[in-house]
């Protein structure tokens, strides 16, 4: 028995919106306001599910940037640059916030606050900048000095999801120390509410530092270790702690970074080059690295952009986009394109990329 006509016709349409662009939310929202029919279809969990996953790769919704306030308080604050033509339903600007780490559509913030010249002992806050939910979690089981920490899905050390729509489900919370002798993890779970601890001997002297975001390579969290000669990386799964080397070559890693077939790398800034970095195949920690590739930013970026040497300085994973810091402003480099776009002048060099899909259509005020 055929289907009715009405029937075939709302499917092909579903077909049509499902391949609109990602990055361009607002034309889902345009679609919408097409008639009742389209909105009931955009509006619908199963097209965000189905949306999620034709196009796989989440898009990069905004940059958030970390600064200071330098006037008569010394305050820390958090500014979020979206890329959206339709905005999120949340401030812009928030006052004594750090955005340690973003991934799986959740923002890492630890709140700062300042007595005089000292830091005051402050918590970690897990928060969805698209549903703007903030879960505050509690102190840590030491007080953090030499430190870093990373969100992330509480399904990745299984391997059982595929991140396209967690960002509402249980998380975890990695943070990690490096003391003069030992290395100490904590990792919170947002199921059991609380904070689980380990430690080590410490596999080196060198020290973990928040200003330097993770990257995830399968199971295993990375972490830039100062003064970037090496490499923290902790096995979600089996629990490991180990440190990789990084090359000995004259300029040091501004950022870590992944390749396209999932491997561990980093990218740099040297005498206008940008210079890409890649771990060899093999299963040892002390496996070598690869220079890749070397893109000339003097044929990419304006001239007044490279009278100091810019500093990358963010990395979306997933999509290959370098951010630059630059004079002038801060520069997104499409590795795979070499596309570049410049965005609205942040206040700090240190930067996050947020990703993730915006569906949110039952936001605005329709009636379907």
């Known amino acids: 028995m055929a289907a009715p006509a009405d029937v075939l016709i709302e499917a092909l349409i579903e077909e049509i919106l499902i391949r609109f662009p990602p990055d361009d939310p607002a034309s889902l929202v345009r679609a919408a306001l097409v008639c009742k029919p389209w909105c009931r279809i955009v509006a619908g969990a199963g097209f965000r599910r189905r949306f999620r996953e034709f196009h796989r790769t989440p898009p990069v919704l905004g940059l958030l940037c970390n600064y200071e306030d330098k006037g008569f308080y010394r305050e820390a604050a958090l500014r979020f640059i979206q890329f959206l033509t339709a ?27 300042w007595d005089s010249d000292d830091l005051l002992p402050a918590n970690f806050v897990v928060w969805n900048p698209v549903s703007c939910e903030e879960q505050q979690l509690p102190s840590l089981p030491w007080y953090p000095d030499r430190w870093n920490a990373a969100v992330l899905c509480a399904a990745t050390p299984s391997a059982s999801c595929d991140h396209l729509d967690c960002s509402g489900g249980p998380f975890l919370v990695v943070a990690v120390e490096t003391g003069a002798n030992d290395v100490f993890i904590s990792v919170y779970s947002s199921e059991a509410g609380e904070w689980s601890e380990q430690s080590i001997q410490h596999p080196g002297k060198s020290d973990a530092h928040w200003s330097w975001p993770s990257v995830l390579v399968g199971t295993e969290l990375c972490f830039m270790l100062q003064p970037r000669t090496g490499i923290l990386k902790y096995n979600l799964r089996t629990r490991e702690i180990s440190v990789i080397n990084l090359p000995s070559v004259q300029y040091k890693p501004d950022v870590l970074t992944t390749t396209d077939d999932g491997r561990l790398g980093f990218a740099t800034v040297h005498e206008s080059r940008l210079y890409l970095w890649s771990r060899e195949d093999g299963p040892s920690d002390n496996a070598g690295w690869t220079e890749s590739r070397v893109i000339q930013l003097d044929s990419l970026l304006p001239s007044n952009a490279l009278l100091t040497s810019p500093t990358a300085v963010g990395f979306a994973a997933g999509v290959g986009i370098v951010f630059m810091w630059t004079d002038i402003g801060v520069f997104s480099i499409d590795l795979k394109s070499q596309r570049v776009t410049k965005i609205h002048k942040c206040g700090g060099q240190n930067i996050l990329p947020y990703m993730n899909f915006y569906t949110q259509v039952s936001r605005y005020s329709f009636s379907c």
């Open 87 to 113: 905005s999120f339903p949340h401030t812009h600007v928030r006052r004594n916030r750090r955005a340690i780490d973003a991934r799986h559509g959740r923002v890492l913030l630890r709140t700062m606050f």
